[in-house]
């Protein structure tokens, strides 16, 4: 067999699903309470008829009509007839109208009314809302939220749905389960576990079976018996054209391969197979790949099926950047939507195959169909929303670099003030960019550095003079660390650690040696991540004498430090967006005990955090 069969369009790989594949029979009765999101097998019918006899609809007095028929401003009737009764309390023989209680009035305690009612006023009649052996819902409706009390009001106790179960099967040497640390070359596996959630939601019953490495007789053992056991299997991973991608391969042996290969990206080596008449889905290995399969395959197919959850809202925004997509292929691109001048601005977030945390970070996607080869910036655009409007509408939008600040700050703005905050890790010149063009509200700015040069010069070229305000977050020292005073340090054989090149570290690097007059050194380099903990460790344990560090982490570890440069965080934003909500919120979070506490903690400099003033 071919490693790939021609490829299949979106719409031709959904029409193949959708004709191969009949609804599964089974069927089963459940408690109305547990019916939400469930689809209707059959028609559901009143048990009784509601109300079951003439009720008031309203507080007041049972009366007969004409008993107050003459009652005026002029000439109060007094009711002398009248009952006591309440909203829902049945009609007592001989009476055909409610007086409101609003309408009456005590006098020398005698009740007077001053409005006539004609009859049946203010009365619900026996069956007003239903009769008995009404329709309640037809068969194939789905059943929401607000259907559960009328349905239990009507006598419905259980309900008939339809119901199947999907085998969830992950493959791969590399894969480790969720909760596990994975080693070198592993990886967490999460593909059936979002498979998962998102079929559980639609009230599929999944089973997850245990992870299978890349062995083809495992496989098919693993395939054989789930699809003894199910209505739908889904396998992940080894559906590309790698020399341990054995899935097609092994559907073709067993049944048949409808489709291998769908002109979609992300998602493109997908396999579609059938096995004694029952689907089996071969997912790519990629999260995001995964994920667009779920949502752009699976579960239509389960839509057809009468499985329905909720649907992705949708909304207009403006592009902030241009969106590329190659021709012949529907390209799905995740994006941060965010309002900005009174109207919603989408930015693209990676689309590097296997980077998950994009999908964190992204709050919408747009799909660019396959006769489209991408959209311009400022293009206004239809999109799928994966939150709600309210919360896009309150978020704050950050591009640049990312700093560890932001995580603190994001944390506490949501926990507090609901207000979220998405980050799009541009770098320093995307997020000044970003800033001028309006597609996001704030950048974050590291000015200072080793080399002494300041960025406010910069900024001119881009901004106009008091178009900008700088939110201050914190100052941090940065030097030499060592065990012992550098005036006392062996200067002939020192063992350094030496920072990645083009780095403000290694910037720093080069000016210490050359203002210490230090010539002969140890390079150190093959220091794990090369991250300030694990370098001052290496300084501790005598592996190396030295290297550049922050100051918390010389004090953390009890090293000398000998200060270098220091460097300001800031935020920037437009100075005519700083009446904003939002940005009164951000300036509390920056301001808050929480944050500041973070930052002491982490040996930064606070005397001036929460300032905000206009930078040039």
């Avoid at 241009?322 to 292929?329: E, L, N, Q, R, V």
């Avoid at 919360?391 to 207000?419: Q, V």
């Amino acid at each position: 067999m071919k490693r790939y069969l021609s490829l299949k369009s979106l719409d031709e790989t959904r029409e193949i699903m959708k004709s191969s594949f009949t609804r599964p029979k089974t069927i089963e009765t459940i408690p109305v309470m547990e019916s939400v999101g469930k689809c209707t097998q059959k028609p559901l019918y009143s048990s009784f008829t509601v109300p079951n006899t003439d009720v008031a609809s309203m507080d007041g007095y049972a009366v007969c009509a004409s008993d107050v028929s003459l009652a005026s401003d002029r000439n109060p009737v007094e009711l002398v007839r009248g009952m006591r009764i309440n909203t829902g309390n049945a009609i007592p023989s001989g009476y055909n109208a409610v007086v409101a209680i609003e309408d009456t009035y005590t006098l020398e305690e005698l009740i007077f009314t001053r409005k006539p009612v004609f009859q049946w006023q203010n009365i619900r009649k026996k069956g007003y809302e239903i009769q008995k052996h009404a329709m309640i819902l037809p068969a194939g409706q789905l059943i929401r939220k607000s259907d559960i009390g009328p349905l239990t009001s009507y006598g419905v106790a259980t309900i008939d749905v339809a119901s199947f179960s999907a085998a969830l099967i992950p493959t791969g040497n590399e894969l480790v389960s969720s909760g596990a640390i994975p080693g070198p070359g592993q990886v967490v596996e999460s593909n059936t576990i979002m498979a998962y959630t998102w079929l559980r939601a639609i009230g599929a019953k999944c089973t997850r079976y245990p992870i299978t490495g890349d062995q083809p007789e495992l496989i098919r053992e693993a395939i054989t018996k789930s699809v003894k056991e199910n209505d739908m299997i889904i396998i992940s991973a080894g559906t590309s054209a790698g020399t341990r991608d054995f899935t097609a391969q092994i559907i073709a042996d067993i049944g048949e391969v409808l489709v291998h290969g769908t002109a979609m990206i992300p998602g493109k080596p997908t396999v579609i197979g059938r096995v004694n008449g029952k689907p089996v889905i071969g997912l790519p290995g990629s999260p995001q790949a995964a994920q667009t399969v779920l949502r752009e395959l699976i579960i239509p197919l389960c839509n057809e099926w009468g499985f329905k959850g909720d649907e992705d809202e949708q909304c207009t925004v403006r592009l902030a950047q241009t969106i590329t997509s190659d021709a012949g292929f529907d390209e799905f691109v995740p994006l941060t939507i965010g309002k900005l001048g009174g109207a919603l601005i989408a930015s693209p977030q990676s689309r590097a195959p296997g980077v998950q945390r994009a999908a964190v970070l992204a709050n919408g996607y747009i799909h660019i169909p396959r006769n489209i080869e991408g959209y311009a910036a400022g293009t206004m655009v239809e999109v799928n929303l994966t939150g709600k409007r309210r919360e896009i509408e309150r978020s704050l939008i950050i591009s640049g670099e990312y700093h560890i600040y932001l995580d603190w700050l994001s944390n506490i703005m949501m926990s507090r003030d609901e207000i979220p905050l998405y980050l799009r890790n541009s770098g320093m010149l995307g997020g000044m960019l970003s800033l001028r063009k309006k597609a996001c509200h704030a950048t974050p700015l590291c000015r200072g550095g080793a080399t002494g040069v300041d960025n406010i010069p910069f900024l001119s070229e881009y901004f106009d003079p008091g178009e900008l305000s700088a939110l201050h977050i914190a100052e941090l020292s940065y030097g030499v660390v060592s065990r012992q005073p550098l005036e006392t340090s062996n200067r002939d054989r020192l063992r350094f650690i030496s920072r990645p090149a083009g780095a403000d570290r290694y910037d720093s690097q080069k000016i210490f040696l050359e203002q210490y007059g230090i010539e002969n050194i140890i390079p150190i380099q093959n220091i794990d991540a090369l991250k300030d903990e694990d370098i001052a460790e290496a300084i501790c344990q005598d592996i190396a004498d030295a290297s550049i560090a922050c100051l918390a982490t010389a004090k953390a570890h009890n090293l000398h430090f000998t200060p270098l440069f220091t460097k300001i965080h800031e935020i920037l934003f437009m100075t005519e967006e700083r009446d904003d909500f939002r940005f009164a919120h951000l300036i509390k979070g920056v301001q808050s005990n929480e944050l500041t506490q973070h930052l002491r903690d982490e040996g930064f400099d606070i005397s001036s955090t929460g300032r905000v003033h206009e930078i040039m």
